[in-house]
């Protein structure tokens, strides 16, 4: 059964030093102006959002055939879910009014707003799923299903090997038309300020893996190796997990 998720502005709204990075302008001459232009994209930001979530438990055989074909071969996601206890497909979205402000910012030639308000959702769609996957945490904690030895870690089709086209089979059986999100021929999520994948709960030594694949070359943050790191901090243990550094 779907779980729906509303989210607080408070917990998907990015700091404007967030949307300064994202931006490339943390630390740039003009800092002062850059951040005026942050604090004014976030307020509008704040107008224009409307994020919500979904996840949906999923067995290990579903998965497998889910995932069977969609993905570069030999990923860290096919060495890990096979040692899940608990996996969960999940979208989140931002809602089309903020995308369709953004559009409106580029079509009046205010491109530094308009950037500014990009950076914003981008940062703030990634929160909303980092959010999602925290209520889920949350979910297995109170159904006795998280142990003390166990990490949580979200991955989504375009990265880690999981092609693209993993979507189709991910929006079959989610069916995340009921938050608002839609899926192009070309796999292209619609709001765009969407975020989808699987939530995987394991025991923590399955996180183990190393950055080395052909396709981590093309990779731009190699996030997981911090997302790794808090699993064996012990954030997951905690009830002030966010409060946690």
């Known amino acids: ?15 404007p030093e967030q949307v300064l990075t994202a ?28 994020p919500l979530g979904v996840w949906n438990p999923i ?13 570069a071969g030999f990923t860290p996601l096919g060495q890990i879910y096979p040692r899940a206890r608990s996996l969960a497909l999940f979208a989140v979205t931002l809602g089309e009014p903020i995308r369709d402000e953004i559009d409106s910012r580029f079509q009046a030639a205010d491109f530094a707003l308009g950037a500014a308000l990009d ?20 979910h297995l904690r109170a159904s006795g299903e998280l142990t003390t030895d166990m990490g949580v870690m979200r991955f989504s089709p375009g990265y880690c090997g999981w092609q693209t086209c993993g979507q189709r089979n991910l929006f079959s059986h989610l069916q995340p038309a009921d938050i608002g999100i839609s899926l192009s021929a070309s796999c292209l999520m619609y709001p765009l300020k969407s975020v989808s994948g699987v939530i995987v709960a394991a025991g923590r030594g399955a996180f183990l893996f190393a950055d080395d694949f052909p396709f981590c070359g093309d990779c731009q943050t190699r996030s997981c190796r911090e997302r790794i790191a808090a699993i064996f901090g012990g954030l997951h243990d905690t009830q002030d997990m966010r409060e946690q550094p």
């Open 23 to 50: 931006l490339g302008a943390a630390g740039a001459p003009n800092s002062g102006r850059h951040l005026r232009l942050a604090v004014e994209a976030i307020a509008l930001y704040r107008k224009r959002v409307q």
């Open 59 to 71: 067995g290990l055989d579903e998965f497998e055939k889910l995932y069977a074909g969609q993905n």
């Open 119 to 138: 950076a914003a959702a981008s940062e703030g769609a990634e929160l909303a799923a980092s959010e999602l996957e925290w209520r889920y945490v949350e």
């Open 1 to 15: 059964m779907s779980t729906r998720v509303e989210f607080p502005l408070s917990q998907v709204t990015p700091e």
